[in-house]
């Protein structure tokens, strides 16, 4: 499936909307496109905070897993100090974020930790620009 542009919270709605409906022709459930549409919230309105401009990939994928969807998010941000971290609810990438910093930040620090719940595999990938994260999400596993 195409790339997505995501440069303003428009293309987080857009691509919200995306993906409920290409999870369901993937017969996911409507729980679980619901659940994908936070994941892609997540993935997409961090490209917006951290990496402008981005992009959100959806694939159906199958693999020795299974089958499912494969939800990519491109972006142009610096690289994760500590990936394991920043997936911790409540931290970032350097450690435990600062209660008074959560208006700044535009966030508190658990949408990485909900795209992990929500998904099976979650990986970054480094690149030239930037950095791409993957979340997989099988149908059965």
Not at 13 to 35: D, H, I, M, N
Not at 108 to 115: D, K, Q, S
């Amino acid at each position: 499936m195409p790339k997505h542009d995501v440069k303003d919270f428009v293309d987080v709605l857009y691509v919200q909307t995306l993906t409920k409906r290409f999870a369901a022709t993937l017969g996911f459930s409507s729980r679980e496109c619901g659940e994908l549409a936070i994941v892609v919230s997540e993935l997409s309105s961090n490209i917006l905070k951290y990496g402008p401009p981005g992009s959100i990939e959806l694939d159906a994928i199958t693999d020795a897993e299974g089958s499912g969807i494969q939800l990519t998010a491109h972006d142009h941000g610096p690289p994760f100090k500590n990936f394991e971290l920043a997936v911790r609810d409540g931290w970032d990438d350097a450690g435990p974020i600062d209660p008074l910093s959560i208006f700044r930040r535009k966030g508190m620090g658990g949408g990485l930790g909900a795209v992990t719940r929500l998904t099976h595999r979650l990986a970054v990938v480094p690149a030239d620009q930037g950095k791409s994260i993957v979340a997989v999400r099988y149908l059965k596993r």
